[in-house]
């Protein structure tokens, strides 16, 4: 049977949700038969991760607890997707942003009402989120350099800056030499719905639905689409291109910047070590399989952490490595990027093609 | 040979009952063509009516869905393009196929069956030269593609061509890329070419060429064939004619010329190009309400970035510009859209339109920001569908609705989208870059007609055209522009095509 791609004329609904379902049924294919060459059962291990990830309460809740910093990272990375700002600095930013919440929780309270210390850690961690993410903006705009080198160079510094704080002058004299600032105040602490689930879950779908609405119903999002596809194009609309560019991915950062800030006002309540967990790189996994699209963010996310829960369990019940819920998020992203040409392109069979079979022919229409 | 010889020579070429179809459309519908030796037919048809199809399936690239195909009366099978190339058949498509990476040389010789697995290099070079000269194609072997402009590409294709001994010519709107000065080099080499015995196809939809360049004329419409004639027996009004199927108007009625207020002066503007060069050297130029200012001259002397000068998307570097009679030197795009003026890009696809977004979104480009597609920011839908709706009808654009993507209109579509929403917005100034260049002659008339009837709306019009038929029918005053300068300004009625073509080509010095 001979196969043959034709470019899609529209892009189908159908498809949008199709294609990363059909991604991730292939990476537990793939991730199968993995499991098959360690000697594992795949049916066993992938009840037991579901188990792990979804079963109980307590299980669901640690999948929510993970889903937060995905979600915020994969919003802010893929806002930058959008208009093809290689972002890939979440990590730096989460960091930085945690860093920054942690200096108010711990240096503010001496002077700050309680009550605003809150959300003043929350806001000044996205002010760092922006910031980090503002610099390699700043150089794409104004001097053209990669933004995908500096986004990516700039995690390393923004995680050695975090380390070298909670070992050095941060370090809590009371902590026993265990690497890590002392804990926040009660004040400044993000009040928990369920287990270790906290408020930050609330904000992260809040902003999924607010960025939903701002890319696809405002002047603000058809700009942003404008010059996603063209800078030229968006020029001669009469668009102030590098100005927009700036302005979203500082969004872009303050967005993972709140991912960090929640992690230590809602889960670490210190500056310590495990504040850099990938969740920063898992984003762009997130963006990508969820099209770019605010809202599949959302379950996406979900989704993504459960696989996370669900792996930690796996390994720790049936002694499987610990990379395997890793090799399983990579085995997620090929079959979607694959899957991203059956969103644009349409598969035809060989009878049917050949008649049509030179649409892809040089030369063809005219 | 003479005429008379060449119209019993023998026969090169004989397709018979050619089908073809492609989802929803039939590209050829029962085609019968004979080519004879030493003959150039010219193959004339509006866009979409089937001319490269026909050639393609002659050159082996695409296969019919019936008929047969003689090639010096023995029935032929060709299935690729070198099947067709064994027979002497050549065809240099409408997108040229060469590749950028590789130098000329490299290029001509690229996929010949029999070529050594160690080519030897200076006897190609030699052979490639030897062809040049006596062909007068001037190419340099050893350049990469990259590096040539497009006039240039064509010439490798045509030596490519040349370098496998082709009899047979196909050559796919050759012209469409070409200033006038290439198309007559062009124009040279064939009838060299015929001289020597080959045979040509030469595929066109612009009357004027069918004149100059053929010795037969075969007329398609919808994949059919209309008429055939020998070109002494027939004349560019009754080409135009067959090939739209109703009369075509030459002459455009416009109301006459009464113009208004000043929309747009320049003063002594200058500009530089991408590489830093100048491009504008000190332009005055006065643009009325109500007029149509017609800009002649060869493509690249300054024009493009004479409407990106006005339009804001490119500094000034010295004079001023007004627009409405308010300075507008190095003003922002953005406050030059506010000012009413309308920008018909020269490069439609990169920059007119957003080809990933749909129809309707590129509509609305430059109405989105304000009432009643907006309040306060927010988009409204429904108005962006109401508008795109409104436009498709008023300005008879094809497509299939109004949330297909931009990249799958046709040229004359997505030009008339650009047009649309430019005309929508604007209020004092249109700038049209090469408006109809590429379309065929239905849609030309459109754009033509449209242009006109803004002027008689009271709009000033900056219409730039390499075209002097055009800007006879429609300007009603013209300036010529080379290497950056304004070489004259005369009312259109006073414009003789000599004059034009020796101004435009500097050949007699600037009037003003
Ligand atoms: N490869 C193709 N796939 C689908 N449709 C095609 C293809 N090539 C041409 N067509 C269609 O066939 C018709 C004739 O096209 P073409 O031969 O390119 O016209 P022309 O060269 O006269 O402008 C058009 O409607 C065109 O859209
Ligand atoms: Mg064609």
């Not at chain 1, 929780?105 to 910031?131: D, E, I, Q």
């Not at chain 1, 930690?312 to 399983?328: C, R, Y």
């Not at chain 2, 219409?463 to 038929?469: N, T, Y």
């Amino acid at each position: 049977m001979r196969l043959h791609f034709e470019k899609r004329k529209s892009l189908s609904i159908g498809a949008l949700f199709l294609v990363p379902a059909i991604s991730f049924l292939a990476s537990l294919l793939l991730t199968g038969l993995l499991l098959v060459a360690f000697g594992a059962d795949p049916m066993a291990t992938y009840a037991a991760m579901l188990k792990g990830a979804f079963g109980s309460g307590r299980a669901f809740t640690e999948t929510l607890v993970k889903a937060v910093p995905l979600m915020l990272t994969g919003l802010g990375v893929g806002l930058a997707f959008k208009l093809r700002f290689w972002n890939i600095g979440a990590e730096g930013q989460l960091v930085v942003a945690g860093v920054a919440a942690s200096w108010v929780a711990l240096f503010w309270n001496s002077w700050m009402p309680p009550f605003l210390l809150l959300p003043a850690a929350l806001l000044v961690g996205c002010m760092a989120g922006a910031l980090w993410a503002g610099i390699p903006a700043l150089l794409k705009t104004s001097l053209k350099v990669d933004e995908t080198l500096v986004t990516l160079m700039l995690n390393y510094v923004a995680i050695l800056f975090a380390e070298s704080l909670y070992y050095g002058p941060w370090r809590d004299p009371k902590g026993f030499g265990f690497p890590g600032s002392a804990p926040f105040p009660d004040s400044v602490l993000l009040p928990h719905i369920a287990g270790r689930a906290h408020i930050g879950l609330y904000f992260a779908i809040a902003l999924a639905l607010i960025l939903w609405f701002l890319i696809n119903r405002t002047r603000w999002g058809f700009e942003l689409k404008i010059i996603g596809s063209s800078h030229k194009a968006a020029r001669y609309q009469g668009i102030s291109v590098e100005r927009k560019i700036l302005a979203a991915i500082l969004l872009s950062g303050a967005l993972c910047g709140l991912a960090g800030a929640t992690e230590v006002t809602g889960i670490s309540h210190r500056l310590q070590q495990g504040l850099s967990v990938g969740y920063g790189y898992t984003a762009i996994i997130v963006a990508w399989m969820s099209q770019l699209n605010p809202l599949a963010v959302v379950p996406v996310s979900i989704l993504m952490a459960g696989l996370l829960v669900g792996g930690d369990q796996v390994q720790m019940k049936m002694g499987l490595p610990a990379a395997m819920s890793l090799v399983m998020q990579g085995m997620i992203l090929f079959p979607m990027l694959a899957g991203s040409l059956f969103t644009e392109f349409r598969i035809r069979r060989a009878g049917k093609a050949a008649k049509d079979a030179q649409t892809m022919a040089p030369g063809g229409a005219a | 040979m003479t005429e008379s010889t060449r119209e019993n020579a023998e026969l090169l070429v004989e397709m018979k009952g050619i089908r073809k179809s492609f989802p929803g459309v039939q590209a050829s519908d029962d085609v019968a063509l004979v080519l004879r030796k030493g003959e150039v037919l010219a193959l004339l048809g509006e866009n979409g009516a089937g001319k490269s199809t026909l050639m393609n399936i002659l050159a082996g690239l695409y296969r019919p869905d019936s008929g047969e195909i003689r090639i010096r009366g023995k029935l032929a099978r060709i299935a690729s393009p070198r099947d067709a190339s064994a027979l002497g058949v050549g065809m240099v498509h409408q997108n040229f196929m060469l590749v950028d990476s590789m130098t000329v040389a490299e290029n001509v010789v690229l996929g010949i069956p029999k070529l050594p697995f160690v080519p030897n290099a200076a006897r190609i070079r030699r052979e490639i030269l030897e062809l040049s000269e006596r062909y007068n194609l001037k190419v340099e072997p050893e350049a990469f593609v990259w590096q040539l402009s497009v006039g240039e590409q064509q010439r490798v294709e045509i030596l490519k061509l040349l370098y496998r001994k082709a009899e047979i010519l196909i050559l796919d709107e050759p012209t469409a890329v070409l200033t006038p000065q290439e198309s007559k080099e062009l124009n040279a080499v064939v009838k060299l070419m015929q001289a020597e015995g080959k045979s040509a196809v030469f595929i066109t939809h612009k009357m004027d060429e069918v004149m100059s360049f053929s010795d037969r004329v075969m007329v398609l419409r919808k994949g059919k064939v209309v008429a055939e004639k020998l070109t002494r027996d027939t004349d560019p009004r009754d080409l135009a004619r067959l090939m739209v199927g109703r009369e075509i108007l030459f002459c455009i009625d416009k109301r006459p010329f009464e113009p208004k207020g000043l929309v747009l002066e320049l003063s002594g503007v200058e500009a530089l190009n991408e590489r830093g060069l100048p491009a504008l050297r000190g332009v005055d130029l006065r643009l009325r309400s109500g007029e149509i200012l017609g800009i002649a001259g060869v493509a690249g002397n300054g024009q493009r970035e004479l409407a990106e000068t006005i339009t804001g998307l490119r500094p000034t570097t010295a004079g001023a510009i007004s627009i409405n009679c308010v300075d507008s030197t190095n003003a922002s795009p953005m406050s030059v859209i506010r000012r009413g003026v309308g920008h018909v890009p020269q490069d439609r696809v990169a920059v007119g339109v957003v080809g990933d977004m749909s129809v309707s979104d590129n509509l609305a480009m430059k109405a989105y920001r304000s009432a009643p597609l907006a309040s306060g920011g927010v988009l409204r839908p429904k108005r962006f569908l109401e508008l795109a709706k409104r436009m498709i009808e008023a300005f008879k654009i094809a497509t299939p609705s109004p949330s297909t993507r931009t990249k799958f209109l046709s040229g004359g579509n997505i030009q008339k989208t650009i047009l649309a929403r430019e005309i929508e917005a604007c209020s004092s100034l249109l700038i049209a870059v090469y408006p109809s260049r590429g379309l065929d002659i239905g849609a030309t008339e459109a754009v033509r007609k449209e242009l006109v009837a803004q002027r008689d709306a009271g709009l000033g019009v900056l219409l730039v055209s390499e075209d002097l038929e055009e800007l006879a029918q429609v300007a009603d005053t013209i300036a010529v522009m080379f290497e950056g300068r304004i070489m004259a300004v005369m009312p259109a009625c006073d414009a003789e095509a000599e004059r034009l073509g020796l101004l435009m080509s500097g050949a007699i010095p600037a009037e003003v």
